[in-house]
């Protein structure tokens, strides 16, 4: 296994390790979260405080394995499957984690699911055909906002909470409106291939 793939492999633990913090239900087993006040306004648990370091170095190596891969000519059937799952465990999971928790509408984990869904068909049906599937520049940009806006919810969306900004919500709204545009972008470019299967 090269270098990109473990570093793959290892994002699927780290987002493994997220999850189970996440929705583990540490109350039944008597352990309770130490909290701390910040500026005398916000209330921060450790457990989000160590989800959202593990979530930060998760989402780094996702940038990490594909620049390797590219770099190093070490692309690979397995690293493209097992980066697509890591990226739906790690985003998904962490959405609708935050959605049970009450930090975000239930709708923007199913839109972004939705969308996944609808575009990982799309790329089936376009690897079929013979064409190539790339990331789209909105896609791209989708995904650092939505990185970037989990990091900051899980941290409380400080600094910025302290000046009462809502930077956290608007990326992963602007995320979600983004995830529908390169789903859109998606089917527009591979509509004849789509059409020549039904």
Known sequence: MNLPNKITVSRIILSVVVLIMMVFPFYQIGFEWPTYMVAGRVQMSLKYIIVAVVFIIASCTDFLDGYLARKNNQV??????????????????????????????????????????????????????????GASMAGKIKTICMMTGVSLMLLYNLPFELINIKVADGLIILATILSIVSGIQYFNTYKDALCKEM
Do not use: C, E, Q, Y
């Not at 962490?94 to 575009?119: E, H, M, N, Y």
């Open 76 to 133: 690979t059937d397995f690293g493209k499957v097992m980066d697509a799952i890591a990226d739906k465990i790690l985003v998904n999971g962490i959405l609708i984690a935050l959605a049970v928790d009450g930090f975000i509408s239930v709708a923007i984990p199913v839109i972004i699911i939705t969308r996944d869904t609808f575009v990982d068909s799309i790329k089936m049906v376009g690897g079929k055909s013979g064409k190539a599937v």
